[in-house]
């Protein structure tokens, strides 16, 4: 299990990026009258996608990086499975078929859904994160379903940042002893 939880530390930027867009987007959500057209939004997508890019560049460029990271045991074939569906729930809900506030839902029970699969193998503290998420996604869909987009974003976001804080607790040496 060492090793696997030693595997993860290459995804702590990939983690840190995407959850501080996901909170800033929820944030300008909320205080809509700063950005009323999403340009900012769109800004803050595009440059995530392109810090991320730059990232994977680097990351492909070093032989050992690349052995690593691309093999099968990493998790690959999951994290392809979260883009193509991901892809999918954008796609339904471009042509209608979602309506947006239950994308958010889809969106955290997604990346709870994640969480707990990563978590089994590799500790529980992602499994009580999977939990949380979970039933803060549950609660805002049944009582707050208007807020989804703003709590449920902000708190993806914060739970990207958590996930990548104990991805570097564990890949602290001597970090972590003990059952996890």
């Known amino acids: 299990m060492k090793q696997a939880k030693a595997e993860t530390y290459w995804t702590i930027p990939y983690l840190t990026i995407w959850g501080i867009q996901w909170m800033a987007d929820s944030l300008l959500q909320y205080i809509w009258m700063i950005d ?12 995530a996608a392109a810090v991320s890019a730059v990232y994977l560049i680097r990351d492909a460029r070093s032989y050992a ?28 809900v471009r042509l209608g078929l979602i309506p947006p506030l239950y ?10 859904g994640f969480y707990l699969y990563v978590g089994v193998s590799l500790g529980r503290e992602l499994v009580h994160l999977a939990v949380w ?12 379903l208007g807020y989804a987009p703003i709590i449920l974003g902000f708190s993806g976001g914060a739970s990207l940042l958590a996930c990548a804080a104990i ?6 040496p001597g970090a972590a002893p003990g059952r996890h």
């Open 103 to 112: 994308t958010e839902l889809l969106r955290s029970l997604l990346l709870a």
């Open 65 to 92: 990086a690349k052995e690593r990271r691309w093999s099968v045991k990493t998790g690959v074939p999951a994290v392809a499975a979260a883009i193509v569906l991901l892809v999918i729930i954008v796609q339904l």
């Open 167 to 172: 991805f570097t607790f564990w890949g602290k």
């Open 133 to 144: 998420l979970g039933a803060l996604t549950v609660v805002i869909g049944t009582w707050y």
């Open 36 to 47: 009323p057209s999403g340009a900012f939004r769109k800004v803050l997508l595009i440059a």
